[in-house]
């Protein structure tokens, strides 16, 4: 039974394992490849899969499109125009910190370029998210859609979270999206309209990647519409002592995730995607 599963039955929280625990140990030495755009990621999305992921031995390679360092949004740091919603809408004291840590990590320092990272020798890839207007680049970015197909085809761990699907579902094996006849979830609709209702008389459309919302989108790459699952309704931010409130969806070695909440669930499901493989 999954560990995890366990906890929930007998009535404890469910919580990442800790560094040194013997069932991740064959994730030890594993690369995972985070790719960035120059600007506008989710610094939680980002650095918090980075730090629970590093502390347990795993090796992260960021790659951005020229190799320069990548920033994140700055708003999700300091919460700048979001007025009394700053609270809810940014990261959180956690993900700030480990955005800190991050920017001292001489892997995100010194990045690859996205070209490179197809000969850097990873076991997965992780697909961040970020709405802000600077993420376009890295949504509608083909060098990142390729990074997808190659892991697809070489058969490797593919994570993805919140508009981080898009790049996903927009990535294409033949005539058809890296996702088609796979189950995955991505930013919920809802989550996407409500936060830019609650926010447009201060920041306009800064909510609004594209007229389109994620969810939309992705359900019309998939085979099925039925395929995309929604969850539970997404509340709460997940912690490493307590993944239940984090939703993830696993198809084989596709991992997905809706939302900056979910960050620490998520990286739980590829430390142990991460530790099952066998070479």
């Not at 990873?122 to 083909?142: F, K, Q, T, V």
């Amino acid at each position: 039974m999954n560990p995890l599963r366990a906890l929930a039955r007998l009535g404890r929280r469910p919580a990442l394992p800790a560094p040194g625990d013997p069932s991740i140990a064959r994730a030890v030495g594993r690369v995972v490849a985070i790719p960035i755009g120059h600007r506008d990621f989710d610094p939680t999305e980002v650095a918090i899969p980075w730090q629970v992921l590093r502390a347990r031995g795993v090796r992260c390679v960021f790659a951005t499109p020229d190799g320069a360092p990548g920033r994140c949004d700055p708003r999700m740091l300091d919460g700048e125009g979001l007025g009394p919603l700053a609270g809810l809408l940014r990261a959180d004291a956690r993900a700030r910190s480990a955005y800190a840590a991050l920017e001292a990590d001489p892997a995100f320092a010194r990045p690859l370029a996205h070209e490179a990272v197809v000969d850097a020798g990873y076991d997965a890839i992780l697909l961040p998210g970020g709405h802000a207007p600077g993420m376009r680049a890295y949504l509608e970015s083909r060098a990142v859609q390729s990074l997808v197909v190659d892991a697809f085809t070489r058969g490797r761990i593919v994570a993805a979270i919140c508009h981080g699907v898009l790049v996903a579902a927009r990535a294409r094996i033949g005539d058809r999206s890296a996702l088609h006849g796979k189950r995955t979830t991505a930013l919920l609709r809802r989550q996407e309209l409500l936060a830019w209702r609650l926010t447009r008389r201060r920041v306009g459309d800064y909510y609004r990647t594209y007229p389109t919302p994620v969810e939309d989108e992705v359900r019309a790459a998939l085979a099925d519409p039925g395929d995309f699952v929604r969850g539970p309704t997404p509340i709460a931010r997940d912690r490493e002592e307590d993944l239940s409130p984090g939703f993830v969806v696993i198809d084989g070695r596709y991992l997905s995730a809706r939302w900056p909440g979910d960050a620490h669930r998520l990286a739980g499901a590829l430390l142990g995607a991460l530790a099952s493989e066998t070479a």
